[in-house]
Nanobody
Framework: QVQLVESGGGSVQPGGSLRLSCQAS????????IGWFRQAPGKEREGVSC????????DYLDSVAGRFTISRDLAKNTVYLEMNSLKPEDTAVYYC??????????????????WGQGTQVTVSS
């Protein structure tokens, strides 16, 4: 069964850090490009970052570039999103999803497959 499970969210103060995990099962992240998305209350879901399975290239939303880093551990079949210098506007439910097979990706690449439950990130003082 193909599945992605997000974890690692929580509540932090502005300037804090979190590392989100996206555990894949039923397929290998070595072959699939994975994207991180987020949805804040009252807003549409937006692409935050993606990691290409073709060449390892990455893409970031402008507002998180330099603060967030996407990476993967093939041995653990997991993709991570390291988030530093968090701001209140980063508050959202974060999701990961497959965005391509042996392809490049960008934050505008549409996800396919079903969405997981996501993980809540709250940045507040």
């Amino acid at each position: 069964q193909v599945q992605l499970v997000e974890s690692g969210g929580g509540s932090v103060q502005p300037g804090g850090s979190l590392r989100l995990s996206c555990q894949a099962s039923g397929f290998t992240v070595d072959y699939y490009s994975i994207g991180w998305f987020r949805q804040a209350p009252g807003k549409e879901r937006e692409g935050v970052s993606c990691l290409s399975s073709l060449d390892g290239s990455t893409d970031y939303l402008d507002s998180v570039a330099g603060r967030f880093t996407i990476s993967r551990d093939l041995a653990k079949n997991t993709v991570y999103l390291e988030m530093n210098s968090l701001k209140p506007e980063d508050t959202a439910v974060y999701y990961c999803a497959t965005v391509g097979f042996r392809s490049t990706c960008s934050i505008t690449t549409k996800a396919f497959g079903s969405w997981g439950q996501g993980t809540q990130v709250t940045v507040s003082s």
